[in-house]
């Protein structure tokens, strides 16, 4: 689970995170209803939540693709995808396509770490002959380099 992300605070003392999960177990890659209960463990007593989602079956799995960061782009599957012929490809700066995977396991994840800062990228994902899905993702600029000349201290 992810850290939780302060929101804000009430003037009656209250305050509203916002809390990420992500699910690392293969008996949820698949469609249908999953209950889930956060409970906050410190203090103790604070308190739960209780969440229903419905995940509903789809033909395709329904895909999403996020920059990670400047080099980092990462790819989500909903159910994941079966490795029957299931494949990401992306287009070159040239505009030639080329692919990066072929699963030979199912998978709901894929990081392509081969991409450069302040770009953007073309993917499609295939499973056998058919287009199941055209992804574009924009890259985040580079973070600056700094040397240690600007923390030396001066005598």
């Known amino acids: 689970m992810g850290s939780p992300e302060p929101l804000d605070l009430s003037p009656a003392g209250e305050a509203r995170v916002f809390v990420r999960v992500r699910f690392f177990d293969t008996r949820v890659g698949n469609p249908g209803p999953l209950d889930v209960r956060v409970v906050a463990n410190k203090p103790i007593g604070l308190g739960s939540v209780r969440a229903h989602l419905a995940a509903v079956t789809k033909a395709v799995p329904a895909s999403v693709a996020r920059a990670i960061g400047p080099h980092e782009v990462q790819l989500g599957f909903f159910p994941e995808l079966a490795p029957s012929g299931a494949r990401i490809e992306r287009y ?3 505009g030639r396509l ?13 990081c392509d770490v081969n991409v450069e800062p302040n770009s953007s990228y073309r993917y499609r ?3 056998g002959r058919r287009i199941v ?12 380099r700094a040397t240690a000349n600007p923390i030396r201290r001066r005598r």
């Open 125 to 127: 994902i295939r499973i």
């Open 92 to 94: 070159a700066k040239n």
């Open 98 to 110: 080329k692919t990066l995977v072929t699963f030979v396991k199912p998978t709901a994840t894929f």
């Open 133 to 144: 899905a055209s992804l574009t993702v924009d890259t985040p600029p580079d973070v600056p």
